[in-house]
């Protein structure tokens, strides 16, 4: 069954960086377009990038481009997000989300189940 | 930027009641419309595709309608396992954008 594993998420200061991780398996990594996306506390979802299953393409929200990077080693089925100059508002769980491109459209098909960033002083 | 509104953003319903949450996107979208589910401390799930496709094993009760800039999420008769969050979702264009939310509770 499809997997996706969050890790590297913690307690930094602002200004700080971190980079997040996450473990695909279960499916075919290589074949994917994969995602990232972020939950504020108690606040709704949040999209952040993407990236093309061979690398070439990649998209930013603006709440991120320039700080934050997307990434992805398809021979380690692994998806990273770099994140720099980190900010009391990035503060969220964030979720590795594959994303499913096909005749029926795109969709956020497989969840991660997340993992949580705290930016504070 | 498309802006996706949901309403209500919270509603009360029993068991067995018929529920329909709306979505409106700020311009046309098509069918280009996604509607996930969330329940506290869990990571969202995709219910509906495209608008109306029902994804694999989601149960049937579940059905989306719509296309342009008007959609619906309708659950036939809620079950205790439905109270959760629902949320909209366009892909029609990046960024990539959600609806607030709507939070359905138990009366």
């Known amino acids: 069954q499809v997997q996706l594993v969050e890790s590297g998420g913690g307690l930094v200061k602002p200004g700080e960086s971190l980079r997040l991780s996450c473990a695909a398996s279960?499916?075919?990594?290589?074949?994917?377009?994969m995602s990232w996306i972020r939950q504020a506390p108690g606040e709704g979802l949040e999209w952040l990038s993407y990236m093309s299953a061979t690398s070439s393409y990649t998209d930013y929200a603006d709440s991120v481009k320039g700080r934050f990077t997307i990434s992805r080693d398809n021979a380690k089925n692994s998806l990273y997000l770099q994140m720099n100059s980190l900010r009391a508002e990035d503060t969220a769980v964030y979720y590795c989300v594959r994303v499913f491109n096909g005749a029926r459209g795109e969709s956020f098909d497989y969840w991660g189940q997340g993992i949580l960033v705290t930016v504070s002083s | 930027d498309i802006q996706m509104t949901q309403s209500p953003s919270s509603l009360s319903a029993s068991v067995g009641d018929r529920v329909i949450i709306t979505c409106r996107a700020s311009?046309?979208?098509?069918?280009?419309l996604n509607w996930y589910q969330q329940k506290p401390g869990k990571a969202p799930k995709l219910l509906i595709y495209?608008?109306?496709g029902l994804q694999s094993g989601v149960p049937s009760r579940f059905s989306g309608s719509g296309s342009g800039t008007d959609f619906t999420l309708t659950i036939s008769s809620l079950q205790p396992e439905d109270f959760a969050t629902y949320y909209c979702?366009?892909?029609?264009?990046?960024?990539?954008?959600f609806g607030q939310g709507t939070k359905v509770e138990i009366k």
């Open positions: 279960g499916f075919t990594f290589s074949d994917y377009y």
């Open positions: 495209a608008a109306s």
């Open positions: 979702q366009q892909s029609y264009i990046t960024p990539r954008t």
């Open positions: 311009q046309s979208i098509s069918r280009h």
